[in-house]
């Protein structure tokens, strides 16, 4: 515990008497009068005058348990009543010190925290008990920037810019490739930029890899499964581990120029974006659209400083903000070798600002001192993966139905079965008509 928040209190012999020590030390003497001629005539041993109190080794353990640790010091020796006034005094601190540490204490530190006087090298991972140690599968990955043109100008002439380290969590599912499809040609017109795409999956999904690889964009695929031990939890921490992952791998590579930002799958993105958080100095944030019941979150600003931040789920965070709302500077990270994002639902964005060291004069408006939404939390509703009744002997090539599902299969879209979904209608002219009629 803190100095500062908590003195020992020490108990001296020299300390000055209260009235209740007066009537001990009264006491004292007059056992100390009575006492005297009989100890000096049964001993013949004069006794040792000390101040106002001579000394007797036997009148120590006579004196009252109210007064006997003060008196008995200040008589010579700590005798029994001196030995059950210190127990007595010890029962009282002891609380009184659990009180402080347990109440006081953490308010104090709390306070510090908000200020920021809290040392942020000391990060944040051990706290959690999840520091960054993730054992990185790598599926593949492209250095190579295979786009001869990006809009008007080639390649070339943005040789000179900052690369953005666009990461992109997620998952298996009916949407995924068609989200990561629309998010690719989006990027395909942002120069200088490296897509780290991490999969909440075991192993790698070699149809994904030829997707990505296929837009020339330089990437880096990665599976990165949620551990075990959080698929269960309500919420899940979705997206950490492939998170953690793509910060694992910016550590591993020691990169510390440019700029990190985390874009989900199914947000929209304005081009402009890219042109504004470029060249983050430290952390750069805007409003994200779309964000629970206020459609909007980001940061309050009044003559070009981040004074507060609106958004409708507070919660105690320090940093109430949407993880697309925010980019990092890979030269300011790189002076925080601790930086995590813990596996605590709704607190990754809050405690990964924190773990950076974070302070709210720190923080670069983008979006027209945040007067622009240039990225909106559009999110696709998820349906499971349909299942179609065809028989596998119409799925041959004398139709594109055999091909057409095979594909959608290896998507994760749909299937089909001979056993299992809805019968595939078939039709022509309005009216539908046998799989027989126009397969066989």
Same mark, same amino acid.
């Given at each position: 515990?803190?100095?500062?928040?908590?003195?020992?209190? #020490?108990?001296?012999?020299?300390?000055?008497?209260?009235?209740?020590?007066?009537?001990?030390?009264?006491?004292?003497?007059?056992?100390?009068?009575?006492?005297?001629?009989?100890?000096?005539?049964?001993?013949?041993?004069?006794?040792?005058?000390?101040?106002?109190?001579?000394?007797?080794?036997?009148?120590?353990?006579?004196?009252?348990?109210?007064?006997?640790?003060?008196?008995?010091?200040?008589?010579? %020796?700590?005798?029994?009543?001196?030995?059950?006034?210190?127990?007595?005094?010890?029962?009282?601190?002891?609380?009184?010190?659990?009180?402080?540490?347990?109440?006081?204490?953490?308010?104090?530190?709390?306070?510090?925290?908000?200020?920021?006087?809290?040392?942020?090298?000391?990060?944040?991972?051990?706290?959690?008990?999840?520091?960054?140690?993730?054992?990185?599968?790598?599926?593949?990955?492209?250095?190579?920037?295979?786009?001869?043109?990006?809009?008007?100008?080639?390649?070339?002439?943005?040789?000179?810019?900052?690369?953005?380290?666009?990461?992109?969590?997620?998952?298996?599912?009916?949407?995924?490739?068609?989200?990561?499809?629309?998010?690719?040609?989006?990027?395909?017109?942002?120069?200088?930029?490296?897509?780290?795409?991490?999969?909440?999956?075991?192993?790698?999904?070699?149809?994904?890899?030829?997707?990505?690889?296929?837009?020339?964009?330089?990437?880096?695929?990665?599976?990165?499964?949620?551990? *075990?031990?959080?698929?269960?939890?309500?919420?899940?921490?979705?997206?950490?581990?492939?998170?953690?992952?793509?910060?694992?791998?910016?550590?591993?590579?020691?990169?510390?120029?440019?700029?990190?930002?985390?874009?989900?799958?199914?947000?929209?993105?304005?081009?402009?974006?890219?042109? #504004?958080?470029?060249?983050?100095?430290?952390?750069?944030?805007?409003?994200?659209?779309?964000?629970?019941?206020?459609?909007?979150?980001?940061?309050?600003? %009044?003559?070009?400083?981040?004074?507060?931040?609106?958004?409708?789920?507070?919660?105690?965070?320090?940093?109430?903000?949407?993880?697309?709302?925010?980019?990092?500077?890979?030269?300011?990270?790189?002076?925080?070798?601790?930086?995590?994002?813990?596996?605590?639902?709704?607190?990754?964005?809050?405690?990964?600002?924190?773990?950076?060291?974070?302070?709210?004069?720190?923080? #670069?408006? %983008?979006?027209?001192?945040?007067?622009?939404?240039?990225?909106?939390?559009?999110?696709?509703?998820?349906?499971? *993966?349909?299942?179609?009744?065809?028989?596998?002997?119409?799925?041959?090539?004398?139709?594109?139905?055999?091909?057409?599902? %095979?594909?959608?299969?290896?998507?994760?879209?749909?299937?089909?079965?001979?056993?299992?979904?809805?019968?595939?209608?078939?039709?022509?002219?309005?009216?539908?008509?046998?799989?027989?009629?126009?397969?066989?």
């Amino acid at each position: 515990m803190p100095s500062a928040h908590y003195q020992p209190l #020490e108990l001296r012999a020299d300390h000055d008497h209260n009235d209740d020590d007066d009537d001990v030390v009264d006491l004292i003497e007059r056992l100390d009068a009575e006492q005297h001629e009989r100890w000096t005539s049964e001993t013949g041993v004069q006794s040792q005058s000390n101040g106002r109190i001579r000394y007797h080794p036997q009148l120590a353990d006579e004196l009252p348990s109210m007064g006997g640790g003060m008196a008995a010091s200040r008589y010579g %020796r700590a005798g029994n009543s001196g030995f059950r006034r210190f127990v007595y005094i010890m029962l009282i601190l002891l609380p009184v010190c659990f009180l402080i540490y347990f109440v006081i204490s953490p308010q104090s530190q709390d306070s510090e925290d908000a200020d920021g006087d809290v040392d942020p090298h000391n990060g944040i991972g051990s706290m959690m008990g999840h520091a960054l140690n993730e054992s990185l599968h790598i599926c593949s990955e492209s250095h190579e920037d295979r786009r001869l043109y990006i809009g008007d100008k080639p390649r070339s002439a943005y040789a000179q810019l900052p690369v953005i380290y666009f990461v992109t969590p997620t998952y298996p599912r009916r949407e995924q490739i068609p989200e990561l499809t629309r998010l690719a040609y989006t990027l395909l017109h942002v120069p200088r930029l490296h897509w780290l795409v991490a999969n909440d999956r075991e192993g790698c999904d070699t149809f994904l890899d030829a997707q990505i690889n296929g837009f020339g964009i330089p990437y880096t695929h990665m599976a990165s499964p949620m551990p *075990s031990e959080f698929r269960k939890a309500k919420p899940a921490p979705r997206g950490v581990a492939n998170r953690r992952a793509a910060l694992q791998w910016l550590h591993q590579h020691n990169l510390t120029n440019g700029v990190l930002y985390f874009g989900d799958d199914d947000n929209t993105y304005d081009l402009r974006l890219f042109s #504004e958080i470029r060249h983050t100095q430290r952390v750069s944030m805007f409003p994200v659209g779309l964000i629970a019941e206020y459609a909007i979150s980001g940061p309050v600003v %009044r003559e070009g400083k981040v004074v507060a931040f609106l958004d409708s789920w507070v919660a105690g965070r320090r940093w109430p903000v949407d993880m697309a709302g925010f980019a990092v500077s890979l030269s300011y990270m790189a002076q925080y070798p601790n930086v995590n994002m813990p596996y605590k639902p709704g607190y990754e964005e809050d405690l990964f600002l924190r773990s950076i060291g974070l302070h709210i004069d720190q923080i #670069e408006p %983008r979006g027209n001192n945040c007067t622009e939404i240039l990225v909106w939390h559009t999110q696709t509703k998820n349906k499971k *993966s349909a299942v179609v009744r065809l028989e596998n002997r119409y799925m041959d090539e004398r139709s594109n139905l055999g091909a057409l599902f %095979r594909l959608l299969e290896r998507m994760g879209v749909a299937r089909a079965s001979e056993s299992e979904g809805l019968v595939a209608t078939i039709s022509k002219n309005g009216k539908s008509k046998s799989h027989a009629y126009f397969l066989s």
